[in-house]
């Protein structure tokens, strides 16, 4: 179990990277936003939202990744191999898009501009997660 929360706060981490580095990548918790100018809240319960709603998302991201990812992997795998590898970003991409069509019905939102927006956003999320995973002995290989 605390393996599986290491993995939701890397992907949450890796998509808050992302969200900074990427003009095209928004993430935006109405909730949040929305109970803290109601309660006339500080910035305190603010950033707290804003934390949850990327720990949301990261769950999100993780469970595109777990679930719909390695069966688009497999369909995908004669293209892939044709293009050397290079399919794997557009299906990454792919993933990085399916969950900001899913978290459109949900109280935090991630949305993307266009395609190269979630390409690019896609490689910075592996490149953070691979870095952070590997410092936090996540990656057993």
């Known amino acids: 179990m605390m393996r599986f929360l290491l993995h939701v706060i890397v992907s949450a981490l890796a998509l808050w990277v992302a969200a900074w580095i990427l003009p095209g990548m928004d993430i935006t ?6 109970a803290a100018a109601n309660a006339g809240a500080g910035t305190a319960s603010n950033t707290v939202g804003i934390v949850l709603g990327y720990l949301f998302l990261g769950l999100i991201f993780g469970l595109v990744n777990a679930v719909v990812k390695p069966i688009v992997s497999f369909l995908s795998l004669p293209v892939t191999c044709l293009t ?40 910075i999320v592996a490149i953070v997660s691979a870095v952070t995973g590997w410092a936090l002995g996540l990656r057993k290989d």
Do not use: Q
């Open 84 to 123: 050397l590898g290079l399919f794997a970003l557009v299906i990454n991409a792919a993933m990085l898009g399916l969950t900001a069509w899913i978290s459109g019905y949900t109280p935090v939102h991630l949305t993307l501009d266009s395609f190269v927006t979630a390409l690019l956003g896609a490689i």
């Open 29 to 34: 918790t109405t909730a949040a936003a929305g």
